[in-house]
């Protein structure tokens, strides 16, 4: 940024207001912040205005706009602009102000008070986090001292966790691991029981507010400590102890609500993660030798598929006929929740879903909701996962067992039936069945076992050739119709030598190429097109010589009116002779269309046509 005071020094720049502010005897801080200048003036590093805002009293009231909470009765720049601007300088990159601010614990403390407090304004709040994380990136080891010293500092952010701004805090914290200066944060905050903490704010007795954050900050440890070999905190989540709390806040809420759908939610997480981790290979490893995660996964899995079946007494309307039960979010998730099991990849997981018959209470609510495509998708990903695992047994369970496709076979013709009806229309699942359809038919060509149970069902072949075929035939097609491109690669060596032959470059045929594509010949000279434009004219020269001669004649009318208005005792004649005076014709005319103008006025005169008009 240039210096506003070298344009000043010359004339160039009006002396601005906030300088006249900065030349009287006396001012307030609050002088400064009614000037709509103030931050580009702080910006440009106005040497005098920076001196006045590192001043104690002006960044205590800085401070004070916000972390304090302005009176009922003040104005609105009090309560709205003031703190505004002020976080706003205070996140500004002005050494002079941050080191101010540094000189003690002073201003750290009116900063993270707010955490004492039950409740507070979570405007203010907001203003308070941005200051708050620009300190911690800018000052990392003072502040991370400064937080560190405070007693019980993490349980006062985890009773706040209902509240986005301090979350946001949290986060910066829990990221402080990977900045200059932060190593061992992740440590201290495990001795500070963050983890344990966040969990127990899954009780089915606190508000959605506090299960929802709690998910989403569990979930960013994840993602954060993605390349982190050895990171405390991931471990302490992934403890027996600490997957059996979860659990148990998961399933301890009746009716389900949401923690349920939260903590399942960090569940997923993890099974995600250790996926990302591992090959993708199955894993024959024995129930007792798997991890907290997955040995918990499968003491509760029949519980889980309990839920699928589980029926309700709701009932509503939608845009595509009633619907009674809905699926709702918790079976949804609990799908979502069977699909990343499967993709463990492990075998005791895939023996205890056949044991279950997992599988066919999924697709019986595939074909049952026929418009839920976020469920579609979910039970699209299990059959697509299975059918192409190294798993044979869990692909026969699923084609013979679970009845794929028996199921595949009867909605195709439940689909086609329904198209035939007068206001028919296609199922919402249809898109995801042909994809099934297609991988089976893809993985029989390599499996034998799978090829023999495809042949032993005497349908499959006329759904394929019948149903299936078509509709892929016509999904590969192009939109629109095809034209070979000029770009095209030619089909053989000689052709490509071919194209050079008639000039340099190839440019002769490359201009006969395209006068071809145009239809549009060497032998066409300028007296052809000339003639074709004028036949083309002639076929719609009387169209055009209406639309002329009626805007002539409303002209002329619109004239002839207003003369009349003035000179009521002027000869009719007189207008006569005007209304026979017709301008010239547009630019647009070309000669041709003047000659037909002509054969029309010799045959027809302008009084008759107007009168026509």
């Known amino acids: 940024?240039?210096?506003?005071?070298?344009?000043?020094?010359?004339?160039?720049?009006?002396?601005?207001?906030?300088?006249s502010i900065l030349d009287r005897d006396y001012f307030t801080l609050e002088d400064l912040f009614d000037e709509d200048e103030l931050l580009q003036e702080c910006k440009?590093?106005?040497?005098?205005?920076?001196?006045?805002?590192?001043?104690?009293?002006?960044?205590?009231?800085?401070?004070?706009?916000?972390?304090?909470?302005?009176?009922?009765?003040?104005?609105?720049?009090?309560?709205?602009?003031?703190?505004?601007?002020?976080?706003?300088?205070l996140c500004m990159d002005i050494q002079s102000l941050i080191d101010a601010i540094y000189k003690d614990d002073t201003y750290l403390e009116q900063?993270?008070?707010?955490?004492?407090?039950?409740?507070?304004?979570?405007?203010?709040?907001?203003?308070?986090?941005?200051?708050?994380?620009?300190?911690?990136?800018?000052?990392?080891?003072?502040?991370?001292?400064?937080?560190?010293?405070?007693?019980?500092?993490?349980?006062?952010?985890?009773?706040h966790l209902d509240k986005s701004p301090v979350v946001e805090i949290l986060l910066k914290i829990i990221s402080i691991e990977e900045y200059q200066g932060g190593a061992g944060t992740l440590e201290w905050l495990d001795k500070q029981n963050l983890i344990g903490g966040i969990i127990d704010e899954f009780d089915p007795s606190l508000d959605s507010e506090y299960h929802e954050n709690a998910s989403f900050i569990l979930s960013e440890i994840v993602e954060m400590t993605r390349n982190i070999t050895d990171s405390p905190l991931l471990e302490r989540l992934e403890s027996e102890e600490m997957i059996k709390k979860l659990y148990n806040y998961i399933l301890q809420e009746t009716p389900l609500g949401t923690a349920f759908?939260?903590?399942?939610?960090?569940?997923?997480?993890?099974?995600?993660?250790?996926?990302?981790n591992c090959k993708n290979e199955l894993v024959t490893a024995p129930l007792e030798q798997l991890s907290p995660l997955f040995k918990e996964s499968l003491a509760h899995i029949e519980e889980f598929n309990k839920l699928l079946k589980q029926t309700s007494d709701i009932s509503f309307t939608t845009t595509t006929g009633p619907l009674s039960p809905p699926l709702g979010f918790h079976?949804?998730?609990v799908i979502e929740f069977f699909a990343d099991l499967i993709n463990s990849r492990y075998l005791c997981i895939d023996k205890k879903i056949m044991e279950l018959d997992i599988l066919s209470t999924c697709l019986e609510l595939f074909f049952k909701y026929q418009w839920n495509n976020l469920l579609h998708s979910q039970i699209h990903q299990i059959c697509q996962i299975i059918l192409y695992s190294e798993n044979d047994e869990l692909k026969v369970c699923l084609l013979k067992d679970a009845k794929l496709l028996d199921r595949i076979i009867d909605a195709d013709q439940a689909n086609t039936n329904e198209l035939k009806n007068p206001k028919g229309i296609r199922f919402g699942y249809m898109g995801f069945l042909n994809s099934i359809a297609q991988s089976v038919c893809d993985v029989a060509k390599s499996s034998d076992e799978i090829r023999?149970?495809?042949?032993?069902?005497?349908?499959w072949a006329t759904f394929v050739t019948d149903s299936l075929e078509p509709v892929l035939n016509l999904e590969n097609e192009p939109l629109g119709e095809f034209k070979p491109s000029l770009m095209t690669a030619p089909e053989s060596a000689e052709e490509d030598d071919?194209?050079?032959?008639?000039?340099?470059?190839?440019?002769?045929?490359?201009?006969?190429?395209?006068?071809?594509?145009?239809?549009?010949?060497?032998?066409?000279?300028?007296?052809?097109?000339?003639?074709?434009?004028?036949?083309?004219?002639?076929?719609?020269d009387e169209?055009?010589?209406?639309?002329?001669?009626?805007?002539?004649?409303?002209?002329?009318?619109?004239?002839?009116?207003?003369?009349?208005?003035?000179?009521?005792?002027?000869?009719?004649?007189?207008?006569?002779?005007?209304?026979?005076?017709?301008?010239?014709?547009s630019s647009a005319s070309t000669e041709s269309v003047q000659e037909s103008n002509d054969q029309q006025e010799s045959t027809e005169p302008t009084e008759s046509k107007s009168e026509d008009l």
Do not use: C
Request: proline share 4%; charged share 35%; glycine share 4%.
């Open 261 to 276: 759908l939260y903590g399942l939610t960090v569940i997923i997480r993890l099974l995600r993660r250790d996926k990302d």
């Open 543 to 585: 169209e055009e010589d209406y639309d002329i001669r009626f805007q002539q004649h409303q002209q002329q009318q619109q004239h002839i009116d207003e003369e009349e208005d003035e000179e009521e005792d002027e000869p009719i004649e007189h207008h006569q002779e005007q209304q026979k005076t017709e301008p010239a014709p």
């Open 111 to 159: 900063l993270y008070d707010y955490l004492n407090k039950p409740n507070f304004n979570l405007g203010l709040a907001a203003y308070t986090s941005k200051v708050a994380i620009n300190f911690l990136g800018r000052k990392t080891i003072d502040t991370m001292a400064y937080i560190k010293k405070q007693e019980n500092i993490v349980e006062k952010f985890i009773k």
């Open 498 to 540: 071919d194209q050079f032959e008639n000039g340099d470059d190839g440019f002769d045929n490359y201009e006969n190429a395209y006068q071809d594509q145009m239809d549009y010949s060497d032998e066409d000279d300028y007296d052809n097109q000339k003639v074709n434009t004028v036949n083309y004219i002639d076929e719609d």
């Open 452 to 459: 023999q149970i495809v042949d032993e069902n005497p349908r």
């Open 331 to 333: 079976r949804l998730k």
């Open 1 to 19: 940024m240039y210096n506003m005071s070298f344009w000043r020094n010359f004339g160039f720049q009006p002396i601005s207001h906030i300088e």
């Open 44 to 89: 440009t590093q106005n040497k005098r205005l920076i001196e006045f805002l590192i001043k104690p009293e002006s960044l205590n009231g800085m401070f004070e706009f916000i972390t304090k909470e302005a009176p009922e009765d003040a104005e609105r720049k009090r309560k709205e602009n003031y703190p505004y601007l002020a976080s706003e300088i």
